[in-house]
Structures are given as C-alpha cells and as structure tokens.
C-alpha cells in the first residue's frame, strides 16, 4: 500500500482547503450546478483533482459524489458549468467522446454485457477499432492484424485481474466482485489517463476487496490517476494521496487524509450534531461494535412501543450491522428529546 502524503502535500499549490488550487491537476470543474426540480444536488464552486495520484471523494449519501461523476463523464448534463480534462474542455462533450480522450469510468451498479462472454466485453473496451466503421466491417483484412493486438491485450489484463480462467464464460454469469474486476480491467482497455471508479468495493466480499485495492494502487504506480468515491474510511486512508469532502452537494474539505479526517467540517458532515465526536473515533468504535448509535430508518414502531424501545431492538444488532455503518450509514439516533419524537409518532420510520 502508499503512504499518505504530508500534511503540506506537493500536490496543492496553496493551503489545503475547498476548491484548493493543485500544482499540476489533470481534472478542473469551475461553477458546476445540477438541479432536480427544485433539489441543487451538485452546486460546485471549484475543484481540481491532481495529476498521478488517487483522490478520494467522499461524503455522507446524498452529497451528489454520483451525481458529480455524471456530470464530468458527460453521462449527464449540467446546469450550469465548465471543465476541462488535460486542458480540453469537456462541457457539452457526450460521454463516448470522454472516454477516447482518456477519462474513464466505472459505475455504483456495474454495467456488464451479461450475453457476452468476458473476453469479448474486454474487446469492446479498446478505442479507435478499425472495424467499427461499418463498411470496414466487411473488409477483415483491414482490422484483423488490429484484432489479434487488442485480443492479447485483453487476455493480459485478465491475467492481471485474475480473471483469465473466466475468459470463455458470460459476463453475466460473474458474481458482483468479479464484475468490478472485469470493469476496472475493461476501462484500462483503452490506455486512460484517468480512472473514475464509483463506490468500486461496495457490495465486494472480504477477498476481492483486498485484490481490489492492490490494482487501485497498481494503477498509479503505472501512471494513472484514480479519483474515487468510497465510504469505507479505512480504505481511503489507506490508499488515498488527497480527499475531497461532499456535503448537500458542495465541496466542503480538502486536503490530506489526516487533515480532513480531524477538519470540523467533516465531522459536521457525518455526525451532525455530534460534533463532539472525533470521526476516527466513531468509525473505529462502529468496527468494533462498541459505539451504540445505529441507524433505525428501517424500524418500524409496534404498538405501545417508544421510540428508544425500538431503537434498543436495533443496537442490539449492531455488532451486525457495524461494517455497513463503517462504509456510510450516517449514525443519526434518536432521544427522546429530539423534536417530532413521540407518541403522536407511533407507526412512522425513523431516520
């Protein structure tokens, strides 16, 4: 694994902080909006991800981390806004056109051909093929040499992901760790500059996890920059160079990973009003089991039952629950005292 750069990272040109100018970014967003009716879930002012290193985004659910991955993928349309990938501005350029200039993505929920085989989805990742054009097509002498190059890069990289012996099976048929693989190894078909990865361990298994993180990290060390949006703080401090805090839809921190795991911020953005609380603190406690503050917005109140009374039922399943909290469920409990609590409430979800 890298170690965290210093607390007066070479990677900022100025003071760590929102929208904090970088010595050589390869991403820059100015005055990015997106709104929903009347929801502005992206609203922001600046940001610039630094050239060769990973970046994490991270925030509570809901702070548009997602929604500003669309956006800068051309996978959706701002309000307002402008960027620019390796100084090539990127308003109003549609997604496919991103990806060839070498900013790529993977997705929350991954996007696999389930009716084609692995081999052949990796194909499909690899740019400028001669015989996409539809009247070279029926002219094989002109892209079968082309053809056997891309097969074997595609064949390495499967090696390179573990997944070689799969090859020959439907992309479809994978379970959801090794259709991360399949799309990490497909986005690096094209040899990008820069690699998107969206929430990339979430639904992964213990194993796969860890092969997960040593290819994110193989991915700098052979010249990539990586910007990720994850929950699982361990993970981000211990791979990420430089986070980025999201909070209702605006860039809230910046800096090193010690820096923004003690920013005030921060703390104000997962904990909410328990801003006593040191961050590190909860999310090691949540780990062990031993903070009693789970989320209840699936409990359901039975008759004669308090609040407290539920919420008890669900701590006493929060050694269960632990990780999932860890990895971005806000601990937000519940007292007696907090407003729109009682017994008028009885039969409502609590969040």
């Given at each position: 694994?890298?170690?965290?750069?210093?607390?007066?990272?070479?990677?900022?040109?100025?003071?760590?902080?929102?929208?904090?100018?970088?010595?050589?970014?390869?991403?820059?967003?100015?005055?990015?909006?997106?709104?929903?009716?009347?929801?502005?879930?992206?609203?922001?002012?600046?940001?610039?991800?630094?050239r060769g290193a990973i970046?994490?985004?991270?925030?509570?659910?809901?702070?548009?981390?997602?929604?500003?991955?669309?956006?800068?993928?051309?996978?959706?349309?701002?309000?307002?806004?402008?960027?620019?990938?390796?100084?090539?501005?990127?308003?109003?350029?549609?997604?496919?056109?991103?990806?060839?200039?070498?900013?790529?993505?993977?997705?929350?929920?991954?996007?696999?051909?389930?009716?084609?085989?692995?081999?052949?989805?990796?194909?499909?990742?690899?740019?400028?093929?001669?015989?996409?054009?539809?009247?070279?097509?029926?002219?094989?002498?002109?892209?079968?040499?082309?053809?056997?190059?891309?097969?074997?890069?595609?064949?390495?990289?499967?090696?390179?992901?573990?997944?070689?012996?799969?090859?020959?099976?439907?992309?479809?048929?994978?379970?959801?760790?090794?259709?991360?693989?399949?799309?990490?190894?497909?986005?690096?078909?094209?040899?990008?500059?820069?690699?998107?990865?969206?929430?990339?361990?979430?639904?992964?298994?213990?194993?796969?996890?860890?092969?997960?993180?040593?290819?994110?990290?193989?991915?700098?060390?052979?010249?990539?920059?990586?910007?990720?949006?994850?929950?699982?703080?361990?993970?981000?401090?211990?791979?990420?160079?430089?986070?980025?805090?999201?909070?209702?839809?605006?860039?809230?921190?910046?800096?090193?990973?010690?820096?923004?795991?003690?920013?005030?911020?921060?703390?104000?953005?997962?904990?909410?009003?328990?801003?006593?609380?040191?961050?590190?603190?909860?999310?090691?406690?949540?780990?062990?089991?031993?903070?009693?503050?789970?989320d209840v917005s699936d409990?359901?109140?039975?008759?004669d039952e308090s609040v407290?009374?539920?919420?008890?039922?669900?701590?006493?399943?929060?050694?269960?629950?632990?990780?999932?909290?860890?990895?971005?469920?806000?601990?937000?409990?519940?007292?007696?005292?907090?407003?729109?609590?009682?017994?008028?409430?009885?039969?409502?979800?609590?969040?």
């Amino acid at each position: 694994m890298t170690e965290n750069v210093s607390t007066t990272s070479p990677l900022a040109a100025e003071a760590p902080g929102p929208g904090c100018r970088k010595s050589d970014p390869i991403l820059v967003a100015s005055d990015v909006t997106r709104e929903f009716g009347g929801l502005k879930a992206v609203d922001v002012d600046h940001v610039e991800i630094p050239r060769g290193a990973i970046t994490a985004l991270i925030g509570p659910n809901g702070a548009g981390k997602t929604t500003l991955f669309n956006l800068l993928t051309g996978f959706d349309n701002p309000n307002n806004g402008d960027w620019a990938f390796d100084g090539t501005d990127l308003a109003g350029v549609p997604a496919h056109k991103v990806s060839r200039l070498g900013e790529v993505r993977t997705f929350q929920l991954t996007k696999v051909l389930g009716r084609m085989t692995v081999l052949e989805s990796m194909k499909l990742g690899a740019r400028q093929q001669r015989g996409e054009s539809f009247w070279a097509a029926f002219l094989p002498f002109l892209w079968s040499a082309q053809e056997k190059k891309i097969e074997k890069r595609a064949i390495g990289l499967l090696k390179r992901f573990g997944l070689y012996e799969k090859r020959n099976a439907y992309a479809g048929s994978m379970s959801g760790g090794q259709r991360k693989l399949l799309e990490m190894a497909r986005a690096l078909m094209c040899d990008p500059q820069l690699v998107m990865l969206d929430e990339p361990m979430a639904g992964v298994n213990p194993a796969l996890k860890q092969s997960l993180l040593g290819h994110i990290v193989g991915l700098k060390d052979g010249g990539v920059t990586v910007l990720f949006v994850e929950h699982d703080m361990h993970m981000v401090h211990t791979i990420a160079d430089w986070v980025i805090v999201m909070a209702e839809g605006r860039i809230v921190a910046e800096g090193t990973p010690d820096v923004v795991m003690d920013d005030p911020a921060v703390v104000d953005a997962y904990l909410g009003s328990n801003k006593d609380r040191d961050l590190g603190e909860v999310i090691d406690g949540i780990r062990a089991g031993r903070v009693k503050q789970v989320d209840v917005s699936d409990v359901r109140l039975e008759k004669d039952e308090s609040v407290i009374e539920a919420q008890q039922e669900a701590v006493e399943g929060a050694e269960d629950l632990g990780e999932e909290l860890a990895e971005g469920q806000r601990p937000a409990p519940l007292s007696a005292t907090d407003p729109g609590v009682g017994p008028e409430d009885e039969g409502k979800d609590k969040a």
